[in-house]
């Protein structure tokens, strides 16, 4: 059973918005914080967007800063990202990922511990 459950993507045009949300599937655990990472057609999977639980920060890839918001409900290990202004470039296969580690950098891929199966994100110009 996948443990995390992403929903939300889409075919959009640029310009456009999209609000991805996340969350636990049938499993129960504690995590420290969560993040999304997207990955291109023949690319690696690069950081967008993290929170951490305890204090409310939240982290985010230069190249979204301003037009995606991450969000999410701790307890419920559930995560959302609103994706405004949408551009071709955005476009991926959106994961979200749960730290459960506290790790101290959210954005290496390596430091979270469990992962959905992703939602397809087009942006068409």
């Known amino acids: 059973q996948v443990p995390l459950v992403e929903s939300g993507g889409g075919l959009v045009q640029a310009g456009g918005s999209l609000r991805l949300s996340c969350a636990a599937s049938g499993r129960t655990f504690s995590s420290y914080g969560m993040g999304w990472f997207r990955q291109a057609p023949g690319k690696e999977r690069v950081f967008v967007a993290a929170?951490?639980?305890?204090?409310?920060?939240?982290y985010y890839a230069d190249s979204v800063k301003g037009r995606f918001t991450i969000s999410g409900d701790g307890p419920r290990n559930a995560v959302y990202l609103q994706m405004n202004l949408l551009k071709p470039v955005d476009a991926a296969e959106y994961y979200c990922?749960?730290?459960?580690?506290?790790?101290?950098?959210?954005?290496?891929?390596?430091?979270?511990?469990?992962w959905g199966q992703g939602t397809k994100v087009t942006v068409v110009s």
């Open positions: 929170i951490r639980w305890s204090v409310g920060s939240t």
């Open positions: 990922a749960t730290d459960l580690k506290d790790s101290s950098n959210l954005e290496v891929p390596a430091n979270y511990g469990l």
